[in-house]
């Protein structure tokens, strides 16, 4: 028998936070995909870094309907939500950056799932990949081989992806793990769910697109690709030593593979004299695109 939907008096209380800095063409559209969805436990806030162009005046726009606004400088994305989740009350919570939008009925989606699933701890949504002008190229699913071994391996024939707009967690979760590394600027997230799985906490999958993920140019996916692999590299090198050894060889591999990215990357373009340096580089497919690719741009 199925069971009846949970009326607006049942539904959770949901902390919903956006970090905001130098997103003034995205941010008021961000702020509306929120107020719009009219779920009726809502607790939403904005903690803004001290933005340098017109963010501001959008925040105070909309401040009688916010109910916490932050301006001011902080040590960057996961400072501000940390700051953000210091302040929710909600039992459900998940952040929204400020180039993102929800997509309509969303946060009644999260919160009907949760009210009807008690023992749901966290969980995760579909996301739509959206370009500047919000046209979607494609829908991103959640899925993978949530244990320690399946994120830190991650099998050709078992990807991984929890687009992270889509993810919502009982706060329960962060007073008890605590909140995100603050070491981190580009796969804080990524950390959060490690630390979640590695407790036995896996997510329920929602194939329901609940959110968008914008790529733009100024973007840290595009803009800053590499500070995501050298963090990678830090956070999956902790959780690699729980490995049984034939495990953590086959990671060296994985490890190997994201060090050379990032030597690469370094050479910035000037692949031939690390090369020499290091001449068994040769035997990498990885280091000879490289090389075919510095040599195409310079012809």
Known sequence: MTKPLPGATDLPRITLITPSFNQEPFLEETINSVLDQNYPNLQYGIIDGGSSDDSYKIIEKYRDRLDFAVIEPDNGQTDAINKGLALSDGEIVGWLCSDDTLLPGALEKIGGHFAMNPHDDWIAGACQVIDTAGVVSETVMPCGDFTIPGLLLRDEDKPFNLPQPGVFWRRSL??????????????????????????????????????????????????????????????????????????????????????RACMIHDTKGQVWPEVVRRPWWLLSHQVRQAIMHSNRKAA
Request: with cysteine; glycine share 6%.
């Open 174 to 259: 962060h007073d008890l793990l605590g909140v995100l590394d603050e070491s981190l600027h580009y796969c804080m997230d990524f950390e959060f769910w490690l630390r979640l799985i590695e407790t036995g906490r896996k997510p329920t999958l929602i194939g329901t697109a609940l959110a968008t993920y914008r790529l733009h140019e100024s973007s840290k996916s595009c803009a800053m690709p590499i500070g995501f692999t050298r963090e990678h590299i830090k956070v999956e090198s902790g959780y690699a030593r729980s490995l049984p050894l034939p495990q953590r060889l086959r990671f060296q591999r994985r490890l190997g593979y994201m060090r």
